[in-house]
């Protein structure tokens, strides 16, 4: 079975600097998609950023982009120029192209904006 | 407004009881997916389905039944077969059953046991 890992339970980040948020995950499937999802105190889980493991490319999303390493299963979210706004539990999760869009969630990040 | 909706937000269950936690989406879509999320965990995968009248087992589906009678509408009971029914239930739904569609969140229901 797939497994995602999240190995910083709590980040913490000035506002207007960057900071870099862990992922890794364990599979034998060679296709396959990774997301970062964004739950802020509402509790609303909220897509940030996709990725599909055949792209080379990393994905990016304005201020959000990821640095996608496939030997080393390895799928970490940056922001740059942090905001109040982020502040909230980041989660990633793991898609397998077996059957329909299931999601496998790591534990999550809590991040903290400071000002 | 288009989206997923999610009832009650709160529910409170005596132990022994079933409850259903109600979703309905009008976005459409043919896939939809109940998860669960416990304090400090992600979520898991309780069950999901493709299609109308058909839905599979996810990884925590014991103690959980589902229907999927309409495209719309995706309700969850919590038997009393659950042992540990307390935690946040989000529901999904995604436009087609194909791997890597991004899915779409409710707001969640909060069932706690008393």
């Known amino acids: 079975a797939q497994t995602v890992t999240q190995s910083q339970p709590e980040m913490s980040v000035q506002e207007a600097e960057t900071v870099t948020l862990s992922c890794t995950y364990d599979t034998s499937e060679s296709d396959y998609y990774l997301f970062w999802y964004k739950q802020p105190p509402s509790r609303q889980m909220i897509l940030v950023i996709r990725q599909e493991a055949y792209k080379q490319q990393n994905a990016t999303e304005n201020r959000f982009s990821v640095n996608f390493q496939k030997a080393a299963k390895s799928f970490s979210l940056k922001i740059s120029d942090s905001q109040l706004g982020d502040a909230a539990m980041y989660f990633c999760a793991y898609s397998d192209t077996g059957t329909a869009s299931k999601l496998t969630f790591g534990t999550g990040t809590r991040l903290q904006v400071t000002l | 407004d288009g989206g997923i909706t999610q009832s009650p937000k709160y529910l409170f269950r005596k132990e022994g009881q079933n409850v259903t936690l109600s979703c309905e989406q009008n976005?459409?879509?043919?896939?939809m997916y109940w998860y669960r999320q416990d304090p400090g965990q992600g979520l898991r995968l309780i069950y999901y389905?493709?299609?109308?009248?058909?839905?599979q087992k996810g990884d925590i589906a014991e103690g959980y039944s589902v229907s999927r009678e309409k495209k719309e509408s995706f309700p969850l009971t919590v038997t009393s077969a659950q042992k540990n029914p307390t935690a946040f239930y989000l529901c999904?739904?995604?436009?087609?059953?194909?791997?890597?569609?991004?899915?779409?969140f409710g707001e969640g229901s909060w069932l706690t046991v008393v």
């Open positions: 999904a739904s995604s436009p087609r059953p194909t791997v890597g569609n991004t899915i779409y």
């Open positions: 389905s493709q299609i109308v009248n058909d839905f």
């Open positions: 976005l459409n879509h043919d896939a």
